[in-house]
């Protein structure tokens, strides 16, 4: 069975060849799900050509396909089975429910308001803790006795392991219990906080000021996720900052793992404004959709500076030819893909410590004649997000599977937090040295406790995504 795209039909196609009754192209119901999910990474996935059961010619007919599929009794099985190495393909995942999956995408999720981090105890690979990054507004965290800084270690008595800490921590009211921190021991305090998930919605513009500094107006922008629903308000916190005719930018990335491809392009486009109409970051998906791309329309295959929100409101540009960027080891995706995507066009001063190295976007896939959202079954409701391109810079540079690395080295310090926003803060506060001084002679103190991960290493929010599929 041999499947190609029809590039002059505009449209996507799968076909069989030498099918010649109705019978070689029934897809019984028991298989129909398992039917989408291989058709769609077969379709799709970026390392199609090298993983033997997507291959084009695997099936000689959809009977063999049907055969096949029926050993797999769940799709997230298959789903597993089909994706290449995980040491090379570390973020393609697929949910049960859509529904969950579109709200998280755009920043709604079940929420109590504790962003947080975890970290190994010192001396352990099974133990771990717990840090608050930041708390919400207008959450239920927002109205309880806990603030960035505050450690917790066990979750309802239970300590806290790489085992049961997802399972703890997914509980729609769970209680943190407390310690304090020093150096990295963690000892309990007797203090706890019962916490209560209820639907969210962050706006992730989560701070947004102007300090002064000596001869400098400093913009300060704590931007915590790139959701679409949010542009505006992105859009508007550029034109404030530009009204208080900023002299200097500093971005904070530290805690963004991700989102919208086209929300990053925008966000590019505000920190410059001088280069609209040029390629911010190109395309590179597997040889099918490529070709098709190419064919069709080969600027799809781009991603250019730009002037306008999609609701065609002028963007609130700032001309700026240097930025400095905050980042940490929960920096991912489109994040990185600011980064270096303006590489070629800005100086671009990183500071903080190594991001993650997701160089790749996915697209959601429904089960659906075109595996987009219009027409998708109303059987079930599976949804992909397999990785389908890899994104390079326009000067051609994307290989950071290993994560970007600063130019300025300064790690948090779990036990000296700060406030976030504050000059007097860690890394604030090294992009305002950097800024006066144009110093890069920080010796940093080591922090004790190594990186274990965050509250929204997900999947869902941990990602680069692309909107675009062959028949849009």
Not at 163 to 173: E, G, H, K, P, R
Not at 257 to 284: D, H, M, N, R, Y
Not at 331 to 336: F, G, L, Q, R, V
Request: proline share 4%.
């Amino acid at each position: 069975m041999k499947f190609r795209l029809f590039p002059l039909l505009m449209a996507m196609a799968i076909i069989v060849s030498g099918c010649e009754t109705d019978d070689d192209h029934h897809v019984p119901q028991d298989v129909q799900i398992n039917d989408f999910v291989w058709k769609g990474m077969n379709l799709y996935y970026l390392w199609q050509p090298e993983v033997s059961l997507l291959g084009d010619e695997r099936f000689t007919n959809q009977s063999e396909l049907n055969h096949f599929l029926r050993d797999y009794t769940n799709p997230v099985v298959l789903f597993e089975d089909l994706r290449t190495s995980s040491d090379i393909d570390r973020f393609s995942w697929i949910v049960d429910d859509y529904r969950l999956l579109e709200g998280t995408l755009s920043g709604t999720t079940k929420n109590n308001g504790v962003d947080y981090g975890l970290r190994y105890k010192p001396g352990s690979t099974t133990q771990i803790f717990g840090w608050v990054r930041y708390i919400l507004p207008n959450s239920d965290a927002a109205s309880k006795n806990i603030e960035r800084g505050h450690i917790f270690y066990a979750v309802n008595g239970q300590s806290l392991t790489i085992d049961n800490y997802s399972q703890l921590l997914a509980a729609d009211t769970y209680t943190l219990n407390l310690a304090t921190y020093d150096n990295g021991n963690i000892t309990p305090n007797g203090e706890s906080v019962t916490l209560t998930k209820s639907v969210y919605s962050e706006n992730p513009v989560f701070i947004s000021n102007v300090i002064e500094q000596g001869q400098h107006r400093v913009g300060y922008i704590m931007y915590n996720g790139f959701y679409p629903n949010y542009e505006t308000q992105l859009n508007n916190a550029f034109g404030e900052l530009r009204a208080q005719n900023i002299t200097h930018l500093v971005l904070d990335l530290r805690y963004n793992s991700g989102g919208s491809i086209a929300t990053a392009t925008k966000l590019a486009s505000l920190i410059t404004g001088q280069f609209t109409g040029q390629v911010f970051a190109q395309e590179q998906w597997n040889p099918k959709v490529q070709e098709y791309f190419e064919d069709v329309n080969p600027g799809t295959l781009r991603n250019y500076f730009g002037s306008q929100l999609s609701s065609g409101v002028t963007l609130n540009h700032l001309n700026l030819d240097k930025i400095y960027i905050l980042t940490t080891e929960s920096t991912a995706s489109a994040s990185e893909l600011v980064i270096n995507g303006l590489k070629p066009y800005i100086n671009v001063i990183q500071i903080g410590t190594t991001t993650v190295g997701k160089n790749v976007g996915s697209i959601t896939l429904y089960d659906s004649p075109s595996f987009s959202r219009d027409g998708r079954s109303d059987k079930h409701f599976y949804a992909m997000q397999p990785i389908v391109l890899k994104t390079i810079n326009a000067a051609g540079f994307g290989d950071y599977f290993n994560g970007l690395p600063p130019d300025v080295t300064v790690p948090e310090h779990i036990g000296n937090l700060g406030t976030l926003g504050s000059p007097s803060e860690t890394l604030l506060s090294a992009a305002l040295d950097q800024i006066s001084n144009n110093s890069r002679a920080i010796s940093p103190r080591v922090e004790p406790t190594r990186y274990f991960t965050h509250s929204k290493s997900d999947d869902i929010r941990d990602g680069m995504y692309s909107e675009k599929h062959l028949m849009e």
